[in-house]
């Protein structure tokens, strides 16, 4: 995106920062950078007009919830009730963000912080339309080390489809954003990242090892390609009791160019225990066996392809396949997913560089393990700037 940039010296970056948490943390700033230091504010303004139909119940969490401010497959209703039509139209998703790097004797430094308004709480939609910031990104960079919160280093986000929903394909993308250490050498990234167990049960913090992921990337005139890894623990702990399992995760993804402009986009997921990293919610990590309180890891199939054509310099349109398969155990309730998938068509016009109008119409749908199903149809327009 466009953004606006300023070359300050080190002692003015003090103003620039005042958006960050405190003075202090501003004052702090400055003084470990010293010198120049390059300051950007960016972000976009967007606007979303959505006309949403379910053919076997209602979207859970009404008005201001997350399953009518974006497409999320695990919100799609199975319930067997009557479908409903609805109309939302929401800036939540707009966002800002600022960034700043310098030299500081030979290191580079850098940090990167930003918010926007999505799934926070929400005010009256008959008055106010009140949202609170939510944290997106807060890190800081040292050379090759990476400190903060950013996506994860299994994600690849130059694979992600262009697309006018916030997500793109959901069902098939790795989608996680968490605190981290990550080091980079080359093609090579290798990081420890905030750990959490997603079971039948609910969501455990009793883990005690960090998630280890990793990446290879190769970049060519063609395009890109990239391996991801993952290991982790899944632990849950009730009741005295401990059950321990290990999670993993492969996938490949990328982005190939075609002709002069336009390109495809893809990625594939498989792994045991990868859950929570791919497809929203859909996954679990892991059930826990009523029978005796063993854990067993969840195994899933997840992945995408994006399609992008450019019509002439200001139109262009992508189609979006994206699906994900879920082997649950045979211990698994029937309330859990077993598959999901939509296909989402667009076409966006930018009448100038940083303005984007754009339709959607995408069609989803979710099987439960018990066979209940649910269908989805969204036709979305989006006006969006971004600086």
Not at 183 to 195: I, T
Not at 233 to 260: A, C, P, R
Not at 331 to 354: C, F, R, T, W
């Amino acid at each position: 995106m466009n953004q606006m940039k300023q070359k300050l010296p080190g002692i003015a970056l003090i103003g620039a920062c005042m958006m960050l948490p405190t003075t202090a943390s501003a004052y702090n700033f400055s003084q470990v950078f010293g010198g120049d230091v390059d300051v950007s504010i960016g972000g976009y303004a967007k606007l979303s007009a959505m006309w949403t139909d379910t053919d076997s119940g209602t979207i859970a969490g009404g008005a201001g919830g997350a399953g009518r401010t974006f497409y999320l497959p695990s919100s799609i209703p199975t319930s067997g009730d009557d479908g409903d039509a609805v109309y939302d139209m929401t800036a939540r998703e707009s966002r800002i963000n600022f960034k700043a790097k310098t030299k500081a004797g030979d290191h580079s430094l850098g940090v990167v912080m930003e918010m926007d308004f999505l799934t926070t709480g929400f005010g009256n939609e008959a008055v106010s339309n009140s949202y609170s910031p939510r944290l997106r990104h807060y890190l800081f960079t040292f050379d090759n080390w990476l400190f903060g919160q950013t996506w994860s280093t299994f994600m690849d986000t130059g694979a992600l489809p262009d697309a006018l929903d916030f997500l793109g394909a959901p069902e098939g993308t790795v989608f996680v954003r968490q605190p981290m250490i990550r080091y980079s050498l080359g093609n090579v990234q290798l990081a420890l990242e905030n750990p959490e167990t997603f079971t039948d049960t609910g969501i455990s913090d009793d883990n005690a090892l960090p998630d280890l992921a990793a990446n290879y990337s190769m970049k060519m005139g063609w395009g890109h390609l990239r391996v991801n890894g993952l290991l982790r623990q899944l632990k849950v702990e009730d009741g005295g009791s401990e059950e321990t399992t290990t999670g993993w995760g492969l996938g490949v993804s990328g982005k190939i160019k075609l002709l002069e402009t336009d390109d495809i986009r893809f990625a594939v997921n498989y792994g045991d225990g990868m859950g929570r990293y791919t497809s929203l919610g859909v996954v679990r990590d892991a059930v826990v066996d009523p029978s005796d309180g063993s854990l067993e890891a969840v195994e899933s199939l997840a992945g995408f392809v994006a399609y992008r054509h450019m019509w002439n310099s200001k139109w262009r349109s992508n189609v979006i396949l994206s699906l994900v398969e879920v082997d649950n155990p045979s211990s698994a309730p029937g309330s859990l997913n077993e598959s999901a998938n939509s296909i989402q068509v667009n076409l966006m016009y930018n009448p100038i560089k940083p303005v984007t109008l754009g339709v959607m119409y995408l069609h989803g749908t979710l099987e439960k393990e018990s066979g209940d199903e649910g269908e989805l149809d969204r036709l979305q327009f989006a006006a969006k700037y971004a600086f």
